[in-house]
């Protein structure tokens, strides 16, 4: 009877031993299998995987100091006496001049002199400057600064550069309006959901955009023969010009002079890759308007 014990145990030793070598043989072949069929892979992200699908013209569309959103206010279209006067006819590309605060029409013009607000003198001011600044046209990407440090700027630096030296970072609040709205810009143009605070307030989509949002929204035709027409083209307004009506990621942009051409036109000050430096020119008779805004939005008058 012990003896029996002893071989059953001796056998249930053995099926135990023949189990775990089964197993120790096993988790060897795994690992020599493993071993011979292993092959470094290495995975290289594309250089483009970040660009936009769209080939956007380089020229326009490029792929901080904290500030408070404006509170935008109503409109103000109000307007202050006005007195009939005769001007001296200018040229079509008049030479800066200082800005005294209040600008003369042509003699064309019918409507007399206005007054600008403290904010549109400011910023008329900064932008006559532009005139006499060595800026080039050419597109550079700031990695640091986001504004250009040089002399090269693109068609959107004028609006961007002038409002930012004169309190409106327009950096932050593209950037703070797009993170707050994304679904209000078209942000499948670039290929991606997220805002870019160094890039988006300079391409022209996203900067006029901004401006449909937060700014004094104006006609975008002017009317020499309507006195009325210089209450809504007044200096340091934004405009947006068409260069290719199917194509708007090419239009450029300009801010409106102190100066008028001899037939009481306001002259744009802008820079585009055919002007090659900021210039004032008669844009607003040779090409369409896709749209006129005025920022900071104005004030009521009290």
Not at 42 to 58: A, R, T, V
Request: proline letters at 4%; one cysteine or more.
């Amino acid at each position: 009877m012990e003896t029996r014990i002893r071989k059953s145990q001796r056998r249930r030793k053995l099926r135990y031993d023949i189990i775990i070598v089964l197993f120790v043989a096993l988790a060897a072949l795994q690992f020599w299998m493993l071993k011979s069929f292993y092959k470094e892979i290495k995975i290289e992200i594309p250089q483009n995987l970040f660009k936009s699908f769209i080939n956007f013209p380089l020229s326009e569309n490029i792929q901080g100091k904290e500030t408070e959103l404006i509170d935008f206010k109503n409109q103000n279209l109000a307007e202050d006496e006005i007195t009939g006067s005769e001007s001296e006819e200018g040229s079509a590309l008049a030479t800066t001049e200082e800005f005294s605060g209040t600008t003369e029409s042509s003699a064309a013009n019918e409507s007399g002199i206005f007054e600008l607000s403290e904010e549109q003198k400011k910023i008329v001011l900064r932008l006559m400057k532009l005139l006499e600044e060595d800026i080039e046209y050419q597109y550079q990407f700031y990695a640091d600064t986001g504004y250009p440090n040089d002399k090269y700027w693109i068609s959107t630096d004028v609006i961007s550069v002038v409002l930012n030296d004169c309190g409106y970072d327009l950096m932050e609040l593209v950037y703070d309006d797009m993170s707050k709205h994304i679904d209000a810009y078209p942000m499948d143009i670039k290929g991606s959901k997220n805002p870019d605070k160094k890039t988006d307030f300079r391409v022209v989509y996203f900067q006029q955009k901004f401006f449909q949002r937060n700014a004094l929204e104006l006609p975008t035709e002017f009317d020499a023969s309507d006195p009325a027409s210089i209450l809504q083209w007044q200096p340091g307004d934004i405009v947006y010009f068409t260069v290719d009506a199917e194509n708007p990621g090419k239009d450029i942009a300009g801010m409106i002079s102190n100066h008028n051409n001899p037939e009481g036109i306001p002259l744009i000050i802008m820079i585009t890759k055919d002007l090659g430096k900021i210039t004032e020119t008669n844009a607003l008779t040779e090409m369409e308007v896709s749209g006129h805004y005025r920022f900071p939005y104005p004030e009521l008058n009290q």
